[in-house]
């Protein structure tokens, strides 16, 4: 499945977290989790987020995303939307639904405003403009499934989820369907491995530990999810659901989600 | 309408220096000029501190222009090197109120090295206190020399903790070269006119 150089940058660029787009400010329900005394060690926090990646990242957000990278690869806006749609529908917590979208919105405005050149030519860009009807940026002149999509988060009319921008960017950089899903998922896990740094008191080592241990189901589950439908996409974590929801009503927070 | 068609004007400095009540100060000065303010609070407990202002602010300014921003426990980040979530509370104050002229935007405590994203801020204040140390501006910090306007706060306090306000002066003045700073009390707002003066020089009439 690998890759190019420069896709590989693209993956590398998505998945860290100097990418500013407010990652560092969701836990997930991490902070309520900790705030009730439930993640003591490094194994529980490795247990707390295996079921994250199994229950939520894998069934949830690795299906959006990689039906907006097939919906981007072959150009399909309407597809693109249905995804976008669902996975706001079975995104259950008001917080999670927020920091996804924020999130969302935040990159398509980003590399609207740094990628933009990569329209004019460069071959490591788009990978399939279509031609804009009307409206549009000037008639005649390809518009990529990218703007568009950005246009509609913008003026409202799609909630723009981070993992369904993250599919559609990842594949018009030419990232590779099951990488993209990897790089958002690892990303994820170093997100809430450094959220769980902040809040408790766990060493780097043990941190890094727990990045290690993870690494067969961050595969494991991208590569069980990767070819889902989108109509499989629903997520099963009554639990981290509860605490997300607890979470918007609690006292002391450091953390939006 | 978005974060870019608002004046910005971000406060930095080190927790307690007077942040909050810098904003408490500046607030109803800028209303009773007929300025639409927006207030977002970084601090770090932010919706308690945010409900702070919303208590103090009930007869000046409408709920949903008064805004908390979590920062995971990073609040430099929030400020530099990643502002998205903070333009994205602006962005909501915009789309709910286009006639918007200004927003203050209270960082979470911080060190002295916190400075404001120019993206984040057009206007930057960095407010220290006297009962820190007569030394913070001598120390040179990013925040201290970079700020817009350095804001020297609890003038009252200088004789109990032993500062001397002419070796502030002079450090100050050293350190900030042509840059401005104002001695401020927000106890009982010397000097927050002349605080107000400069960002309304520097950024509402620009
Ligand atoms: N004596 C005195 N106290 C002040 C002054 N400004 C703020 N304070 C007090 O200092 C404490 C911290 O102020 P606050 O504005 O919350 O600091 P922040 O953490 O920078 O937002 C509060 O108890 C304020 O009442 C001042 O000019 N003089
Ligand atoms: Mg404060």
């Keep these: 499945m690998t890759t190019n150089a420069d896709a590989f940058l693209a993956a590398l660029r998505l998945s860290d977290s100097f990418l500013p787009v407010g990652g560092y400010t969701a836990s997930y329900g991490l902070e309520q989790y900790v705030n009730e005394d439930r993640i003591e060690d490094g194994d529980a926090l490795q247990e707390l987020i295996a079921a994250y990646l199994r229950r939520v990242v894998g069934p949830c957000e690795t299906v959006a995303l990689a039906n907006a ?144 241990d993870l690494r067969p189901t961050i595969r494991t589950v991208c590569e069980r999810h990767v070819d889902d439908e989108p109509r499989a996409m629903a997520s099963f974590a009554p639990l981290a659901e509860i605490m997300g929801m607890r979470h918007e009503r609690a006292e002391r927070r450091l953390f939006m989600s | 309408m978005g974060y870019r068609d608002v004046a910005k004007v971000g406060l930095g400095g080190p927790v307690g220096s007077g942040k909050t009540a810098m904003v408490k100060c500046l607030v109803p000065r800028l209303v009773e000029k007929g300025y639409e303010v927006g207030v977002i609070a970084n601090d770090i407990m932010t919706q308690e501190d945010a409900d702070v202002f919303r208590e103090s602010f009930a007869d000046l300014l409408p709920e949903d222009l008064v805004e908390g921003v979590e920062t995971g426990a990073c609040p430099h980040t929030g400020i530099r090197e990643d502002p998205s979530m903070n333009l994205a509370a602006i962005d909501e104050f915009t789309e709910r109120h286009p006639e918007l002229d200004v927003v203050l935007v209270e960082s979470g405590g911080d060190n002295l090295a916190a400075t404001f994203n120019p993206e984040l801020a057009d206007y930057f204040l960095f407010v220290i206190s006297v009962a820190e140390g007569e030394d913070i501006p001598r120390k040179r910090g990013p925040g201290v020399t970079q700020a817009d306007l350095l804001v020297v706060n609890k003038t009252d306090l200088a004789p109990h903790v032993d500062a001397d306000l002419d070796v502030i002066e002079a450090d100050a003045s050293e350190v900030r070269g042509e840059d401005p700073f104002v001695f401020t009390n927000c106890k009982n707002g010397d000097g927050v006119d002349e605080t107000l003066d400069h960002i309304e020089r520097e950024v509402l009439f620009a």
Excluded: W
């Excluded at chain 1, 008001?94 to 071959?123: H, I, M, N, V």
């Excluded at chain 1, 899903?181 to 060493?203: D, E, K, M, N």
């Design chain 1, 69 to 212: 990278h097939e919906a981007s690869a072959t150009d399909d806006l309407e597809a693109l939307l249905a995804v976008d749609e669902r996975l706001h529908a079975v995104t259950m917590p008001r917080e999670f639904r927020e920091s996804s979208t924020k999130a969302g919105a935040k990159l398509c405005e980003l590399l609207e405003q740094t990628d933009s050149r990569r329209t004019a030519g460069d071959p490591t860009g788009n990978s399939g403009g279509k031609v804009a009807g009307d409206g549009g940026a000037g008639c005649g002149e390809p518009v990529d499934l990218e703007s568009t999509f950005a246009d509609a988060i913008a003026a409202d009319e799609t909630p723009g989820h981070y993992p369904v921008v993250f599919g559609v960017v990842a594949q018009a950089r030419g990232v590779s369907r099951l990488e993209a899903c990897l790089a958002h998922a690892h990303a994820f896990v170093t997100g809430l491995l450094g959220a769980a740094q902040r809040l408790g008191r766990f060493g780097h080592t043990a941190i890094q530990t727990v990045l290690a």
